[in-house]
């Protein structure tokens, strides 16, 4: 269910903050801000209350650009969520940013959340807003919150109110069970999309919709699979001969494109989900799999074998001349586009080590972001800011996700019930 906001006033300027928060690896520190629990409007408000509050510390905290002060340091303790705080004693504890906030369970039984986000030099009011939802959406109203500071703060879109599909694993690592699953971003509200009879791979998101296509191994070949998730609902995207990989939506949700084998080469297809019609966009006798789109749907970035290793190659969304943009030793895997069109994130292979790391899509400006054994699948945040990956250390073990900022600070373990990987992002929810 889509949560309903409506604006308040926001009072005063930005003095303290009239430059956005500028994110330099080198030298970076994180704000820190104060975020008291946020005030109960009724008597039995107070666990939701402080429920939401830290839904958005976590949030902040996790991001890295945040740093939430101990509330053990506080001297003002609010209690009134219409009063002006009494800003030396925050000042005191070098907070630079004040949220307060008010949850209300209201009487025709819906959920209202309040906020104000102060600057705590000038005493000028930085942003303010409520929101009326389902009391059973009360974290996202977190998650919205932290965007709206994140935004604020920043000068970029945040990325907390979105979900995250992957492959859980359990079981010994010779028969492992593999389900599709979904959470929330921060690794709430676990479901299970599939019992896990068969093997699941690939999983991504539309990014126009809330769905999700994916590969199944069941009988015979790979299926390509379209699930929604609002209705739980699957179907065949369609039978192709040989096998299909890696199938990844265009930016306006109406195609699939995907690699199919046939011999011993692979080549890229885009079928148009209206009329299910195939077209073929590569036609060599190497491997070309893992197709991305460019955020305007104009490009595509692949892996090829073409030049005698996997590398990243850029071509025309409708076919035509392919360019390689990487160089680097060793070889290099499952290209991304960042949503920003700035950036293309890849797993790159060599000396017993698996990296992840970032190109501009026109070869330059190459970075690897962190580095050990089999870190693979990374997976662009709806902003652009974070990417999510999976590392699997092999042995008895399994595979984590795990986060990290672009500039390759603040990597973080993403809590999940077990063994997960091939994470995919999705948009924004709201």
Sequence with gaps: MMVAGSTAAAFGLRPAFSQRLQINPGDFQPIPIAIPPFVPGGPGDADVANGVSGVITNNL???????????????????????????????????????????????????????????????????????????????????????????????????????????????????????????????????????????????????????????????????????????????????????????????????????????????????????????????????????CYSPDGSQLCFESDRGGKPQIYVMPAGGGNAQRISFGDGTYSTPVWSPRGDYIAFTKQGGGQFAIGVIKPDGSGERILTAGFHNEGPTFAPNGRVLMFFRDPGGNSGPSLYSIDISGRNELKVPTPGYASDPAWSPLLS
């Design 61 to 291: 905290k996790r991001s890295g650009l945040f740093a939430p002060i101990d509330p053990s340091a506080f001297i003002e303790r609010i209690t009134n969520f219409d009063a002006v705080p009494q800003f030396a004693s925050w000042k005191q504890i070098n907070a630079q940013v004040l949220l307060v906030g008010r949850a209300t369970r209201q009487g025709d039984g819906r959920l209202k959340a309040e906020f104000r986000l102060w600057d705590v030099g000038s005493g000028q009011q930085l942003a303010g807003q409520q929101y009326v939802t389902a009391p059973e959406f009360w974290r996202r109203l977190g998650h919205i919150i932290s965007d709206q500071i994140y935004t604020k703060m920043t000068g970029e879109k945040g990325y907390f109110d979105s979900r995250i599909v992957f492959v859980d694993e359990s079981g010994p690592s010779e028969r492992r069970v593999k389900r599709l699953a979904l959470m929330d971003q921060d690794g709430a509200n676990v479901r299970y999309l599939t019992r896990g009879a068969d093997l699941v791979l690939t999983p991504r998101f539309s990014p126009s919709t809330q769905e999700i296509t994916y590969m199944e191994f069941g009988q015979g070949d790979p299926k390509v699979y379209l699930f929604n998730i609002e209705t739980g609902q699957r179907e065949i995207v369609g039978n192709f001969p040989g096998m299909s990989f890696s199938p990844r939506f265009s930016p306006d949700g109406q195609r699939i494109i995907m690699s199919l084998q046939q011999g011993g080469n692979s080549n890229l297809f885009v079928m148009d989900l209206r009329s299910r019609t195939t077209t073929r966009l590569t036609d060599t006798p190497a491997i070309d799999t893992s197709p």
